[in-house]
Each structure stands twice: as structure tokens, then as C-alpha cells.
């Protein structure tokens, strides 16, 4: 649970660089990929512009989807669509609907937390040091946080929510002896060899 107060600081979500190709040759498909950084996407030339718009939002949402995937989430995007993607698999079977955050961003100022959620505000926020340990480490965290909009306190029905995300007690464990680690790093020299 955060103790950061309101949050009066939610930046609108990033959007992705997008490129959008007309092609002649094509009548109905449309196609979209990643080049060099940006989302191309190839629409008939045929296309009127409303539909032009609602296609693009619709490519960019299944390449960032795709590509959620497939990697760690490292954008504040792909964040906010790996959250809804647990919340889809492991909330909203007992929830029947979960609620989902309003926005979902890495922050570099959380140094003793790995995550925090204002639920007041519907934000989450994930330490950015989260990006060099394992995806299901992280998909922890985010479910941690997600359940925190349900139940703000660390009680009993708060855990029982958090469970259904299966390696919730492995997760914990690692994130415990990734602390350890740390503070005996930081506690000065060790015996060395
Ligand atoms: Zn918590």
C-alpha cells in the first residue's frame, strides 16, 4: 500500500512512435509491424481516414500486446498491458471483474519498494530495479499492486487474492533473498576468497 499521498502527477500514456503506409495493391488487410523502433502499419489505400484511425489504434494494441508477450515489459505500455493480461488470468476469475489501474508506470524514485498502488487514484507504480529480475518475479509484483486496488491492507483476504497468482510464495521468497543479498552487500567489506 503507498503512503505517497494523492497522486496529482499521472502522465497520459505514452504513445508509440507510428508510421501508417497506404498500399494500392492491398483491399482489405491490414498488417502492422515493428521497424526500427516505430509501429508501420499498412492499410489499403482505399481506407477512409475515420477507419484509418480506428485501425492504427487497433495494430498498435496488438503489436504491443504481441510483443508483451514475447519479452519483459520494459514500456510503461507494454506495463499496462501485462498487468491487464494477469488481471484477466488470475483476478478476474474470482473476482468475476477485477478492477483494473488507471495507469501503470515505472518509477526510478522507489528504492526501498518494488511497487506501490494509490488506489484512490487507480495508479501503480513499479520500481524500475524490478526490470533486472525474472518476468514472473515481476508479474508478482503486479499482481501484488492490482490486488491492492481490491484490498488496501496487507490482511487475510488480501493474501488469499494474491495466491491465485501461482507463484506468488516463490516470488516472495526470491524478492526476500534478493534483499538479503543486498543489505549484506551494502553493510560494508566481506571476507573476501
Ligand atoms: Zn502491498
Not at 503486479?142 to 497468482?165: I, N, S, T
Request: hydrophobic content about 35%.
Amino acid at each position: 500500500m503507498s503512503t505517497s499521498g494523492p497522486d496529482a502527477t499521472t502522465q497520459p500514456r505514452a504513445l508509440p512512435e507510428v508510421e501508417v503506409r497506404r498500399s494500392a495493391r492491398r483491399r482489405k488487410t491490414v498488417t502492422a509491424f515493428r521497424e526500427s523502433g516505430r509501429i508501420v502499419v499498412v492499410v489499403p489505400a482505399r481506407l477512409s481516414s475515420a477507419e484509418e484511425r480506428r485501425w492504427v489504434e487497433e495494430m498498435v494494441r496488438r503489436v504491443e500486446r504481441r510483443e508483451s508477450r514475447q519479452a519483459p515489459p520494459t514500456t510503461d505500455a507494454q506495463l499496462q498491458v501485462r498487468a491487464d493480461d494477469l488481471a484477466r488470468a488470475h483476478l478476474d476469475p474470482v473476482l468475476g471483474s477485477a478492477p483494473r489501474p488507471r495507469s501503470v508506470v515505472w518509477v526510478d524514485n522507489q528504492q526501498r519498494r518494488w511497487g506501490s498502488c494509490t488506489p484512490a487514484s487507480g495508479t501503480i507504480r513499479l520500481s524500475r530495479r524490478l526490470q533486472q529480475l525474472p518476468d514472473w518475479v515481476v508479474d508478482y509484483v503486479l499482481v501484488h499492486e492490482l490486488a491492492h486496488l481490491v484490498h488496501g491492507q496487507h490482511d487475510d483476504a488480501f493474501w488469499r487474492l494474491v495466491q491465485h497468482y501461482p507463484r506468488t510464495a516463490e516470488a516472495r521468497g526470491y524478492l526476500q533473498g534478493w534483499a538479503d543479498a543486498q543489505a549484506r552487500g551494502s553493510a560494508g567489506p566481506v571476507d573476501a576468497d
